[in-house]
């Protein structure tokens, strides 16, 4: 009986268990479905905004009317930013794991400027942790980045991001991050921030244009006039590219946790039936003893 008492504890704590996983996977449903309406919500400000850019653009060159791009041109990098998010807890499959393992990819790759010529602005405990065995890492702490995405908090960082990019102090801006392909995958992105590249303004150009494209009008009266219209909307499209990605982090973290709960709620599940077949082998081999034993003890009898 002392075997079964044991099967039994196991089968509760088991249970127990997996009342917390699956309830874990609801709430991070409920928080995935909140983070995609927020992309949603901002992915048609954003994408107004770089159709309008795009068909700007278009007027320009047509119109043969020249416009410098600011924060596009490269220059020899010798200092790097590289700007890592991750989440601030755990129990979310490899979400932080492979952000760590792509922050040390790039570190390696940047090891012949020297480590100290690279600073890191970890955003997320998880990542804060893996960055802190490196000797240039940003101090100020950017957790609530990732607790509560905020535009203006975000806005913060990017203007010292851009104004290290614009003083010299940095030639290279790279954002590492995890992007919500599904509500079930989440792929590791690295991309480059700052400078501004071409490739880079085509692809964002494609993305916006999506749902968007030909609302606008390539007719434009320009006031004042285009260099310092090209020199408003660059920098607020920067500004929108960071916030964008910290929403999109958010949303895979929860996507994470709701696939690595499920995956734990099921795992609980089998382990629960195999508890329940072996708990009954058990129960049924206990009786059976006990008849063989007043069988065994009726013969002695007679």
């Known amino acids: 009986m002392g075997y079964l008492n044991e099967i039994r504890s196991r089968i509760n704590s088991v249970n127990s ?12 449903s409920a928080k995935h479905h909140k983070a995609q309406n927020a992309i949603d919500r ?9 159709m309008m850019l795009h068909d700007f653009m278009e007027y320009c060159e047509r119109e043969e009317v020249r416009v410098d791009i600011p924060f596009s041109t490269p220059r020899e990098v010798k ?7 991750s989440s601030n807890m755990s129990m979310c499959g490899a979400f932080n794991e492979n952000i760590a393992k792509e922050l040390a990819s790039t570190m390696e790759g940047y090891k012949s400027l020297g480590w100290e010529n690279v600073l890191i602005y970890p955003i997320g405990l998880k990542i804060a942790k893996k960055a802190a065995a490196y000797p240039n890492v940003y101090r100020e702490v950017l957790n609530d980045m990732i607790k509560k995405t905020n535009y203006s908090e975000t806005v913060k960082l990017t203007e010292h991001l851009v104004d290290l990019y614009s003083n010299g102090v940095i030639d290279k801006i790279e954002l590492i991050y995890n992007h919500c392909k599904s509500s079930s995958k989440q792929i590791v992105l690295r991309e480059t921030y700052l400078p501004v590249l071409s490739d880079d ?5 494609q993305e916006g244009t999506k749902l968007i494209k030909g609302k606008y009008s390539s007719q434009f009266l320009l006031e ?6 090209i020199n408003a909307l660059i920098p607020k499209i920067i500004r929108l590219k960071l916030y964008a990605v910290l929403l999109d982090s958010a949303a895979a973290e929860q996507s994470a946790r709701m696939m690595a709960m499920q995956i734990a709620t099921d795992n609980a599940d089998e382990l629960l039936q195999s508890l329940r077949i072996q708990y009954n082998k058990q129960r049924q081999q206990a009786i059976t003893n006990e008849l063989l034993d007043i069988m065994g003890g009726k013969s002695l009898d007679n």
């Open 79 to 85: 200092k790097v930013a590289v700007v890592a998010v």
């Open 42 to 50: 901002f992915s048609v400000y954003q994408q107004n905004l770089l």
């Open 17 to 28: 268990t997996r009342q917390i996983t699956s309830a874990m996977k609801m709430v991070s």
């Open 201 to 205: 303004l085509k692809k964002m150009f």
């Open 224 to 229: 004042p006039d285009p260099q310092t219209l």
